[in-house]
């Protein structure tokens, strides 16, 4: 749950990549509040987004849906 919030969390804020998004749990409170203090490091997340990208586009599509409708 902690890696999926990060990552769209990242994607809706424009930050893509792993290493960036490493650093911000780090720098950003608000990316410092979804990981719950803790800094996954940039192949964890490389590798949850390769092996879970199959469920994570249908996912995005699901997160786009509820912005437009809000």
Do not use: C, W
């Not at 990208?53 to 249908?58: D, S």
């Amino acid at each position: 749950a902690t890696l999926l919030a990060i990552l769209v969390y990242g994607y809706a804020n424009g930050v893509f990549s792993s290493r960036k998004l490493e650093q911000a749990t780090y720098d950003s409170v608000a990316f410092r509040y979804l990981a719950a203090g803790s800094h996954p490091d940039h192949d964890t997340l490389a590798t949850f987004r390769r092996r879970f990208l199959g469920e994570l586009q249908g996912l995005f599509v699901q997160v786009l849906e509820l912005a437009q409708e809000m």
